[in-house]
């Protein structure tokens, strides 16, 4: 550990100063993006700071870059473990015994501090006597840029709080480097992260939660989170390796481990909401996933998951949508085919394929036949839902593709099979319209639903991509196409669900006016809810000059130069 600096003008040591805050950067075969990472906290607008570069014994060019870091700033130590421990918690617990600061944070190498986020939390902790502060989470894809806030109503005020029990939903934002932590608070309950487990950051923050006394919370953006949806399996993070099952084992453990230390420490009242938090979040990250799954991982899945269900709190599933407690019951229930069923559309009101009505009691239950156990019939019960009388506009309705074919250029022929469980249509072909929004242009497209059966309706569609009238200044973004449908005046709009699996398809369109041609291509959203999805991309010479000049030039006026300019460049 580093007690002094070398003076650049005589040579001489001169003792380091004593930092106000440590941030821990760990780090493992991620050389390209540490040096953004610590550039992140060297640029922070509170300059007294160390930074622990804290290596899980990396085997790339990392220890290299890490070093020439330390070497460029005396505020940064690199701390290289003996041995990979192929997790989080031992490259933090490692970097904490070093760490010379009386408030400490932590950092991903593949993230960002934004540059306000040490000042903003330290003067929090300065203007009260508190545990921890926390601040709001940006995520961003990068495979887009597109920025969300997570878990935006948790932290859409500054507020103080005597402990967790003033708000158990903050259960739901587990991460460990959304916070900056009292030095004093985590020695003084030997608070460290649990090593030799997955997802520890859970469990390390279930317990700073309930052996805070106070903690404030900011709105300001304290931590930035990149986002890499569609990583390969080698390099996406834990959290992305969800095809996995031991993924699964991982998850269920750790829970475990927060129950028995929410009954140890005192804290058992919070089990329900802590049991909420599993199903809404944790359990709802597979299920979107569930439909692309066979039987045998499905079998296993249910095999880990079923008898950690089986101790949750019925309360907590009674918080849940309907949808989402049908998916559950499905599982415990090991109904696999059906539970792929259901588990498609979760989040968007679609409708079950078949609902069985039982004569005898009235109700209507999910499904092909009326269940036969109490808890079956309690979770598969759509009876309040009011399948048959409820607006139009908001009636269940199931759309999916069933079939996708390439047509002549850019266009698709999507075979489109209608699902009308309570019989809201009426009898007769339907007329269909396909809407598809890139920028603010609309494409729309008749076709009709023809009746093959009670409650099923089946139709052929033509969307010819290149069709799409797209912004001046060109368009980069994803579209979700919707179906419409008209009855007694009025509209319904219901999201159309891909083939579970079927080739992505690429095709090259000129833009209508000429400004710079796109790449589009069209592919199931790969998870919940399987939506089609499509993705334009400007491409060529021109794209990366007219769009950032298009986008200025917004007022009709200047519309005409952007258009000047455009033949310029052709």
């Not at 290596?55 to 005396?74: C, I, K, W, Y």
């Amino acid at each position: 550990m580093r007690t002094a600096t070398t003076s650049p003008a005589t040579g001489a040591l001169l003792p380091l100063r004593v930092p106000d805050v440590t941030v821990t950067v760990i780090v493992y075969n991620d050389a390209e993006r540490l040096p953004r990472a610590v550039a992140s906290v060297l640029r922070q607008t509170h300059a007294n700071i160390e930074v622990v570069i804290s290596d899980d014994h990396s085997t790339d060019a990392t220890e290299e870059v890490a070093r020439e870091l330390a070497a460029h700033d005396p505020r940064v130590v690199y701390l290289r473990l003996p041995e990979n421990s192929g997790g989080c918690s031992a490259p933090r617990n490692r970097a904490l015994e070093i760490a010379r600061a009386p408030y400490l944070m932590f950092l991903d190498s593949d993230d960002e501090l934004p540059e306000r986020a040490v000042e903003v939390l330290l003067a929090a902790h300065r203007e009260r006597d508190l545990d921890f502060a926390m601040g709001a989470v940006h995520r961003v894809r990068v495979d887009g840029g597109r920025r969300t806030t997570w878990m935006p109503h948790l932290v859409a005020e500054r507020r103080t709080l005597d402990g967790i029990g003033a708000d158990p939903r903050l259960l739901f934002e587990h991460l460990s480097t959304s916070k900056m932590y009292a030095r004093a608070f985590l020695d003084r309950h030997g608070l460290r992260f649990p090593e030799g487990i997955h997802y520890e950051d859970q469990l390390f923050s279930a317990q700073a939660y309930c052996l805070a006394k106070r903690f404030t919370v900011v709105p300001e953006p304290v931590y930035r989170w990149y986002i890499a949806p569609y990583a390969a399996s080698e390099t996406a993070s834990i959290s992305n390796q969800r095809h996995k099952l031991s993924n699964v084992r991982d998850r269920v453990h750790v829970q475990r481990l927060i129950d028995a230390f929410l009954a140890e420490s005192g804290h058992e009242t919070l089990r329900e909401d802590k049991d909420f938090k599993f199903l809404k979040h944790d359990f709802r990250m597979y299920a979107g996933d569930l439909p692309y799954r066979d039987d045998a991982w499905l079998a296993s899945f249910a095999d880990l998951m079923n008898p950690y269900l089986d101790t949750l709190a019925e309360g907590a599933y009674a918080r849940l949508p309907r949808a989402e407690r049908v998916v559950l019951r499905l599982l415990r229930d090991r109904r696999l085919s059906d539970l792929r069923t259901a588990a498609r559309g979760l989040g968007h009101d679609v409708a079950p394929r078949r609902v069985t009505p039982d004569e005898e009691s009235g109700r209507v239950y999910w499904g092909e036949e009326v269940p036969q156990s109490p808890e079956a019939r309690r979770e598969l019960d759509l009876t309040d839902l009011g399948l048959d009388t409820r607006p139009f506009f908001t009636a269940l309705l199931r759309h999916e593709i069933t079939e996708i074919a390439r047509g002549p250029g850019a266009a698709v022929d999507l075979t489109v099979r209608t699902y009308d469980p309570a019989l809201r249509l009426p009898v007769g072909p339907q007329l269909a319209v396909l809407h598809l929004s890139p920028g603010r242009r609309r494409l729309t497209v008749a076709f009709r639903l023809s009746p093959v059966g009670p409650g099923l309706f089946e139709g052929r569609v033509r969307l010819d991509l290149a069709a799409a009238r797209l912004p001046l200044q060109g368009f980069e973004g994803t579209r979700h196409p919707v179906l419409r449908l008209r009855h007694r005046g009025r509209t319904h709009t219901g999201i159309l669900l891909a083939p579970l699996t079927f080739t992505p398809l690429t095709a090259r369109v000129p833009h209508r006016a000429g400004l710079t041609p796109h790449r589009v291509t069209l592919r199931p959203e790969g998870h919940n809810p399987g939506r089609l999805q499509i993705t334009w991309q400007p491409v060529g010479p021109t794209a990366t000059l007219i769009r950032p000049a298009a986008r200025r030039l917004s007022t009709p006026r200047t519309r005409r130069a952007a258009r000047l300019i455009a033949n310029v460049l052709r």
